[in-house]
T-cell receptor, first 114, second 110 residues
Framework: DTEVTQTPKHLVMGMTNKKSLKCEQHMGHRAMYWYKQKAKKPPELMFVYSYEKLSINESVPSRFSPECPNSSLLNLHLHALQPEDSALYLC?????????????FGSGTQLSVL | EDKVVQSPLSLVVHEGDTVTLNCSYEVTNFRSLLWYKQEKKAPTFLFMLTSSGIEKKSGRLSSILDKKELFSILNITATQTGDSAIYLCATYTGGFKTIFGAGTRLFVKA
């Protein structure tokens, strides 16, 4: 199983809503990531969890709240988002290759904030 | 500031053409260069390059790295419509940091 599964695939929410994005992998990878990708732009790193602990927070606003319940699951809780937060949210897990990393991406959640 | 620059930003070719995609980088702690293909949504891994001058091949795709000149190329021969995608170049600099370029949008016409 070399898949990273993300749900939902699409999400429309209002600025006062609370929603969660979910990500799951069963490849035994111990690092998981959230990336944000705007149209025609490269993915931008948001958060990294390593061994279920938050390792990197790229100065992401607190309206995005990550959670790693166990080594296979990663959530992103959303609250009071702004229209400019509309984007594709990609989850990834890391395979270590020597001293390097190879990322496996999910299909993403296309988020629209109204 | 670390950066990865890809060219061209977009490219339209006909089936059967050969294309070369370029990637240059300026990073402070280079570990590896990676190519990903993004169709629709999920980027998928193509190549990881760590050593200069060693070509990696997978079917019609090949890539090579020049660590002295700080660039890499991705070649696709005998292009097919299924090659239409965004090709992302990235560098891994350690500490979970993979820096992506803006991508090259390739469209292959039948």
């Amino acid at each position: 199983d070399t898949e990273v599964t993300q749900t939902p695939k699409h999400l429309v929410m209002g600025m006062t809503n609370k929603k969660s994005l979910k990500c799951e992998q069963h490849m035994g990878h111990r690092a998981m990531y959230w990336y944000k990708q705007k149209a025609k732009k490269p993915p931008e790193l948001m958060f990294v969890y390593s061994y279920e602990k938050l390792s990197i927070n790229e100065s992401v606003p607190s309206r995005f709240s990550p959670e790693c319940p166990n080594s296979s699951l990663l959530n992103l809780h959303l609250h009071a988002l702004q229209p400019e937060d509309s984007a594709l949210y990609l989850c990834a897990s890391q395979q270590r290759v020597g001293g390097n990393e190879k990322l496996f991406f999910g299909s993403g959640t296309q988020l629209s904030v109204l | 500031e670390d950066k990865v620059v890809q060219s061209p930003l977009s490219l339209v070719v006909h089936e059967g053409d050969t294309v070369t995609l370029n990637c240059s980088y300026e990073v402070t702690n280079f570990r590896s260069l990676l190519w990903y293909k993004q169709e629709k949504k999920a980027p998928t891994f193509l190549f990881m390059l760590t050593s200069s001058g060693i070509e990696k091949k997978s079917g019609r795709l090949s890539s090579i790295l020049d660590k002295k000149e700080l660039f890499s190329i991705l070649n696709i021969t005998a292009t097919q419509t299924g090659d239409s995608a965004i090709y992302l170049c990235a560098t891994y600099t350690g500490g979970f940091k993979t820096i992506f370029g803006a991508g090259t949008r390739l469209f292959v016409k039948a």
